[in-house]
């Protein structure tokens, strides 16, 4: 059976706030409650996924992402409510839009 596809973003003031590695390695830390062992997981460098969560919060009113540094009881990443919230809606909006086109899509094949 042929399906649609598709890989969607959200914007802020034309900078990426959310996508689907964006949200992948938001389940990665809350997982994990380390960016590095998050990162690791992705294959992906430290560096680069401390400016993807860095971006992430600084598009939002909200942080999605907390970081403690270490000290007598040790440092950790931890999702906030919202960041869990935000991979909730974002992956209820990335199926309807499957959705969506899949049902555009197999109108279109019944009309040829």
């Known amino acids: 059976m042929q399906q649609v596809k598709s890989r969607i973003w959200i914007e802020e003031q034309g900078e990426v706030f959310l996508g689907f590695g964006r949200i992948e390695l938001l389940k990665k830390v809350d997982e994990t409650q380390s960016i590095s062992a998050a990162a690791k997981a992705m294959q992906m460098s430290y560096k680069k996924a401390w400016k ?35 991979i909730i809606k974002f992956e209820t909006l990335n199926t309807a839009c499957e959705a969506f086109l899949n049902e555009q899509f197999n109108a279109l094949k019944q009309s040829l």
Not at 57 to 63: E, H, K, M, R, V
């Open 52 to 86: 993807l969560i860095n971006a992430m919060n600084s598009c939002s009113d909200t942080p999605l992402v907390i970081t403690n540094t270490g000290g007598k009881d040790g440092g950790g990443t931890f999702l906030t409510q919202y960041g869990r919230q935000m």
